[in-house]
């Protein structure tokens, strides 16, 4: 199945859904960091949340990104996403093994932390990005982006993101879903959608089973007037390019980048989201300061 964004409206709009199914680009982020299990779960639970937010940007060059920092062994969890949930992210230390929780599950919230902040930034090409921060409340990722939701951009939210990895550590199934409460939403669609999420399957239990974006809304809110508006595709991509990296090196300045020819006779730049290497030899260094 091709990964891929459901959105929809439910209950005459009072209610907006969205659902991803982002398996082939979780494995890939696997493949490209040789992330641990608990560190594929983590990286993306985050990669699926922002495939899904990015989809609520208004213009087609804004971008958001996610960062994560819990007191947990894994340290940073950053993720960026274009306006077309074109998505790449890295988390700080991939390698991290921990004993399974209580219910046999990997422990995310202890890999993450519970102590700690939640960051999303979107940059809508404005002098100054909007910032969101809020401290996390459990570390399982999901939870505290709804915090964020609610108390960032006040609208109540549920968030379900899950990935499925097999005992070869490679992904068997990711994806998640948002559904938000629109304002003007009556006690009864309130009500509805607390009872239909408290007794709604695993997101990684009903991905396992072959439902796609828009089976796993039905299931959700078909009783409701579902109504899907678009389907639309999510994949991981990385932006980085020799260019790019030049432009880095500029930034350091002349003193650091002579610094580098002098003593290195060269430099090594790698890329945080996709571990592409650049390679620049003294004379390109000494060439960027002329």
């Not at 209950?11 to 982020?29: S, W």
């Not at 074109?86 to 932390?113: H, Q, S, T």
């Not at 939640?118 to 809508?124: F, G, S, T, W």
């Not at 003593?263 to 592409?276: D, I, V």
Request: charged letters at 20%; aromatic letters at 6%; a negative charge.
């Amino acid at each position: 199945m091709e990964d891929h964004i459901v959105r929809a409206t439910v209950a005459d709009g009072y209610i907006r859904a969205f659902a991803a199914v982002t398996t082939n680009l979780v494995q890939e982020a696997h493949m490209i960091h040789e992330t641990s299990g608990v560190a594929t779960v983590a990286l993306g639970r985050t990669l699926t949340a922002a495939a899904v937010m990015a989809r609520m940007l208004k213009n087609e060059k804004d971008v958001m990104t996610i960062q994560i920092r819990g007191d947990g062994p894994l340290g940073l969890i950053v993720v960026v996403s274009d306006a077309f949930s074109n998505v790449r992210g890295y988390v700080n230390n991939p390698k991290v093994y921990l004993p399974l929780n209580p219910a046999g599950k990997f422990d995310v919230a202890v890999a993450v932390g519970r102590n700690g902040y939640l960051n999303v930034i979107k940059d809508m090409g404005l002098k100054e990005p909007y910032i969101g921060y809020v401290k996390l409340v459990s570390g399982e990722i999901g939870e505290d982006l709804a915090y964020y939701f609610a108390s960032s951009e006040q609208v109540p939210t549920v968030v379900s993101v899950g990935v499925l990895v097999g005992p070869d550590e490679n992904v068997l199934a990711a994806g998640g879903y948002i559904i938000q409460l629109m304002p003007g939403a009556d006690e009864e669609i309130i009500e509805y959608l607390e009872e239909k999420v408290l007794l709604a399957d695993s997101i990684t239990y009903m991905l396992s089973t072959g439902m796609d974006g828009a089976a796993v809304l039905e299931s959700l809110l078909g009783e409701k007037g579902l109504q899907v508006t678009d389907t639309l595709p999510c994949r991981y991509q990385c932006t980085c390019s020799r260019d790019r990296m030049e432009r880095n090196l500029v930034s350091l300045g002349a003193e650091e980048i002579v610094k580098m020819a002098d003593e290195q006779h060269g430099a090594e730049l790698q890329c945080h989201f996709c571990n592409n290497k650049y390679y620049f030899t003294e004379e390109e260094l000494r060439a960027l300061v002329e």
